[in-house]
């Protein structure tokens, strides 16, 4: 069983930044995938960020330029650097592991961004 931790969020002003991190519990971490996730109210949950063992990343196209994903394999970790910050950003943020088929979730960390 993987535990995933996240922790970073919060209200931030439009045009502001944040960094959202997640660390993760076990040895193999290195191995997994890891993906950031947000839902706002009331719509689907969407992929926002994703970074493969090797390191390679893609995202969606709404944060595209403003949002970078990145690992610390040393540390368990996942984070996602939010700048530019839009109003549209707000949700609630998961980090997601995957790894042989098996996915993994936290447990969701809340982003408004308001003015």
């Known amino acids: 069983q993987v535990q995933l931790v996240e922790s970073g969020g919060g209200l931030v002003q439009p045009g502001g930044s944040l960094r959202l991190s997640c660390a993760a519990s076990?040895?193999?971490?290195?191995?997994?995938?890891m993906a950031w996730y947000r839902q706002a109210p009331e719509k689907q949950r969407e992929l926002v960020a994703v970074?493969?063992?090797?390191?390679?990343?893609n995202y969606a196209d709404s944060v595209k330029g403003r949002f970078t994903i990145s690992r610390d394999n040393a540390k368990n970790t996942v984070y996602l650097q939010m700048n530019s910050l839009k109003p549209d950003d707000t949700a609630v943020y998961y980090c997601?592991?995957?790894?042989?088929?098996?996915?993994?979730w936290g447990q969701g960390t809340q982003i408004t961004v308001s003015s």
């Open positions: 076990g040895s193999f971490f290195s191995l997994a995938a």
């Open positions: 970074i493969t063992s090797r390191g390679d990343t």
């Open positions: 997601n592991y995957e790894l042989v088929g098996r996915a993994y």
